[in-house]
C-alpha cells in the first residue's frame, strides 16, 4: 500500500474516533467534574472542606403527636420540595404522607418566608384526592398519592401558579398516573381553584371522571393564558415527563431520566441533568436534547442533581455523591466557570440527625435537593437557595453564598456589631433547627453574639467558622452559657478533613473540661450568665501540642491533641455531642417504633459566643 494511501486511512481513522469520543462540553460528555476529590463514606462530613457562609435552616420539624407545632396533621413522611420567589417571598412545597413513601394518603404543602429564616406553619394546597362518586380505585392499586417534580411557574404576564401530580399508589407513573393539576397564587396569599392542567396519555383519564375541572373551564381569562403558556414552553414542561411520558407525543424529546434540571450555559445552549449521573445537551432552546448519557465523574445514585448559573456568573451542581440509595449524605457543592467542568467539592450540609420516625424508603441524610428554577423567581444577593427534605422527614433550605469559596486569608477577627441582628452571621456556616435556631442577637451586655439555643432531644444547633489554615494558629472568643446544670456545648478545633485535634465543652455539671489526649482533664468551673474569655495556642503539626487560657489564667499548658493532624482551619460550636451515626452500616428499612420523647421538647439550653479571633502565627 502506498504511503500515502496509508496516511489517508491514518487521518480518517483519526477523524471518526474524534468524531466518536468527543470532547467534553458536547453531547458524549455534557459535563465533567474534574476535582478528583471524593468523600469518605465513613463519616457525615465525608472530610470535605465546608462551601464558607452556608446557613441551613429547618422549616418544618413533623411532630406526630403535637402535630399543631408542626402542619397540624402529624404526617412524618415530607419529601420532593420545591422552592421560588415571587412577589418578595420565598414559597417551598412538598409532599406529605402519614408514614410511608407512596402509601396514601398523600397530599401537598406550601410554606412561605419573607427572608427566608422566618418561614411560616404550612398549609395544604392539593388535598387528598376524593374520586367522584362511583369511580373505583384500580385493580391492584391501594389508593391515591402524590408525585411531582415541578412545583412552581411564573407566567410572562407575572401570574403565579403552583402544581402537583396525582396518581395511584403504589406506582403513579404512567399507567398508574391520573393527571396533573394547577391553581394560581394571588398576591394576598390566596388561593384560586385546584383544576387539571393535563391528563397522563397512558389512561382514560379525563374531566368526566376526575374530581376537578380542566383548566379551560376556568372563568379567567388570564389564568387560562398563564397554563397555555406553559404547557408551550416544551422545556419547562419536560419536568414532567417523568409521570407520564407522552404517549400523544406531548413531549418533543425522545429519551430522558428522571428528576431533570438544567440551566443555560453561557453560549445559550442548555444541559439537562437527571439522576444517577445522566446528563444530555440541548442545541435548540430546550425543544430536543441529545440522547442522556452517564457521566463517568458524577457519582451518585437515586437522589437528585441540582444545577444551575450562580449571580455570580458561574455555575453549581448540588447532590449526594454516593452511589448508595438509602444513605443520600453529605449534600454537596461543585462549581464551574463554564456550566461544563467543574470542580471544588464543598459541603453544603454534612448533618444526618437521628431519624425519629420509621417509614418505607425514608433514606438517611438531605434528600432531594432543587434550586430556583429558571423562571421562578431571583431573590435579593447573590446568594444560591437549595431545598431537600431530611430523611424524608423534615423540610430544610440551605442559603449558598456566591462565588462559592472554601479558604481564608488573613486575620478574622468579629464583634458582630457589622452585621443585623436577626440577619445573616456573614462568613458562618450555620444548622438551624426549629428547636435549636443558631442566631445573631443583641446580648445583655448591649453587644450583639451568636447564640445557640437548644431545647431538642435528638440534634443540637451548630456555628462553623473557617479561618486561614495553619500549622500555628491563635483563637480566642467569649463564650457564656445561661445555665450551668444542663446542656452541652461542644467547641472542636478541626483540620481541613474535619479531624478534630482540640475539643473543649462546657458540661452540664458546670465544668469547663479539654482533652489532653484520649483524656478528659477538668479546667475550670463556670457559672450561669458570666461571660468567660478562652484564648488557645494551637501547635497543629503531628506530634504538636496545644495551650489554653481561660479569663487570662493559665488552665492547660502544652496538652497533647486528641488525634494527629497536620494544620487546622475551622472552629466548631456545637449544642450537643459529636456523631456519626447513623452510618451506612445502620439499618434502614428495619421497621422500629419512633424515637423516645421525639415530640417533646428539653429543657433549653442557651450559650452565646463574642469577639471571635482567629491568625496563623510564623
Known amino acids: 500500500m502506498k504511503p500515502r494511501i496509508v496516511t489517508l486511512l491514518l487521518f480518517l481513522s483519526l477523524t471518526i474516533c474524534l468524531k466518536t469520543h468527543a470532547q467534553t462540553g458536547s453531547t458524549n460528555e455534557p459535563v465533567r467534574y474534574i476535582g478528583g476529590v471524593t468523600i469518605d463514606p465513613n463519616v457525615h462530613e465525608g472530610r470535605l472542606r465546608y462551601a464558607i457562609g452556608v446557613e441551613s435552616r429547618q422549616t418544618l420539624r413533623v411532630n406526630r403527636t403535637h402535630p399543631e407545632l408542626a402542619d397540624d396533621y402529624g404526617w412524618t413522611y415530607n419529601h420532593a420540595s420545591n422552592l421560588a420567589y415571587w412577589n418578595g417571598k420565598f414559597y417551598q412545597q412538598y409532599l406529605s404522607n402519614p408514614i410511608d413513601e407512596h402509601i396514601p394518603p398523600g397530599q401537598t404543602l406550601i410554606t412561605t418566608s419573607v427572608d427566608g429564616r422566618n418561614w411560616e406553619k404550612p398549609k395544604v394546597i392539593f388535598p387528598q384526592y376524593d374520586p367522584p362518586e362511583g369511580v373505583k380505585i384500580p385493580e391492584g392499586s391501594t389508593g391515591y398519592m402524590m408525585h411531582q417534580r415541578m412545583g412552581f411557574y411564573i407566567a410572562p404576564d407575572g401570574r403565579f401558579l403552583t402544581l402537583a401530580f396525582y396518581g395511584h399508589s403504589e406506582d403513579p407513573f404512567m399507567e398508574g398516573g391520573i393527571g396533573r393539576v394547577v391553581r394560581e397564587i394571588y398576591e394576598n396569599g390566596e388561593m384560586g381553584p385546584i383544576y387539571f392542567i393535563r391528563y397522563s396519555s397512558h389512561t382514560n383519564w379525563n374531566e368526566s371522571n376526575t374530581s376537578f375541572p380542566f383548566y379551560t373551564k376556568s372563568g379567567d381569562k388570564g389564568f387560562i393564558t398563564a397554563c397555555n403558556d406553559l404547557l408551550n414552553d416544551k422545556l419547562k414542561t419536560m419536568q414532567w415527563w417523568d409521570e407520564d411520558r407522552g404517549l400523544d407525543g406531548f413531549y418533543t424529546i425522545k429519551e430522558a431520566k428522571e428528576a431533570l434540571s438544567y440551566y443555560h450555559r453561557k453560549d445559550g445552549n442548555i444541559v439537562a441533568l437527571w439522576k444517577r449521573s445522566t446528563c444530555a445537551i440541548s442545541y435548540d432552546g430546550g425543544i430536543t436534547f441529545s440522547n442522556p448519557v452517564k457521566s463517568p465523574t458524577l457519582i451518585m445514585a437515586g437522589g437528585k442533581n441540582w444545577g444551575q448559573a450562580t449571580e455570580d456568573g458561574r455555575f453549581a451542581m448540588a447532590y449526594n455523591p454516593i452511589e448508595l440509595d438509602e444513605y443520600r449524605y453529605p449534600l454537596i457543592v461543585i462549581t464551574s466557570e463554564d456550566g461544563i467542568i467543574y470542580d471544588d467539592m464543598l ?74 441582628a436577626g440577619g445573616a452571621i456573614i462568613e458562618w456556616n450555620t444548622y438551624n433547627l426549629k428547636w435549636a435556631p443558631v442566631e445573631l442577637v443583641n446580648s445583655d451586655n448591649g453587644n450583639k453574639s451568636i447564640q445557640l439555643s437548644d431545647k431538642d432531644p435528638y440534634d443540637y444547633a451548630r456555628a462553623i467558622r473557617v479561618f486561614e489554615e495553619g500549622e500555628n494558629v491563635e483563637i480566642s472568643f467569649k463564650v457564656m452559657a445561661q445555665q450551668n446544670t444542663h446542656g452541652l456545648f461542644e467547641i ?109 421538647s428539653i429543657a433549653e439550653a442557651v450559650f452565646q459566643i463574642d469577639n471571635f479571633k482567629a491568625k496563623k502565627i510564623d
Open 347 to 420: 459541603l453544603v450540609q454534612g448533618e444526618v440527625p437521628p431519624r425519629r420516625f420509621f417509614g418505607r424508603w425514608k433514606d438517611f441524610g438531605p434528600c432531594y435537593v432543587r434550586g430556583i428554577a429558571e423562571g421562578n423567581g431571583n431573590p435579593p444577593g447573590q446568594d444560591m437557595w437549595l431545598t431537600y427534605s431530611m430523611n424524608k422527614e423534615d423540610i430544610w433550605v440551605s442559603r449558598v453564598p456566591t462565588p462559592v469559596k472554601y479558604e481564608v486569608h488573613g486575620e478574622v477577627s468579629e464583634d458582630f456589631e457589622n452585621m443585623e
Open 492 to 600: 472542636d478545633i478541626t483540620d481541613r478533613y474535619g479531624n478534630r485535634p482540640v475539643r473543649i465543652s462546657l458540661d452540664k455539671d458546670g465544668k469547663i473540661k479539654a482533652m489532653n489526649g484520649s483524656k478528659s482533664s477538668v479546667l475550670s468551673n463556670y457559672k450561669s450568665g458570666e461571660w468567660i474569655k478562652i484564648d488557645l495556642k494551637i501547635d497543629a503539626t503531628p506530634f504538636g501540642k496545644f495551650s489554653l487560657w481561660i479569663n487570662d489564667k493559665a488552665v492547660a499548658t502544652d496538652f497533647n491533641l486528641a488525634e494527629a493532624v497536620k494544620s487546622v482551619e475551622r472552629i466548631s460550636f456545637r449544642t450537643g455531642a459529636y456523631r456519626d451515626i447513623p452510618n451506612r452500616k445502620t439499618p434502614n428499612e428495619d421497621p422500629g417504633p419512633p424515637l423516645p420523647g421525639a415530640d417533646d
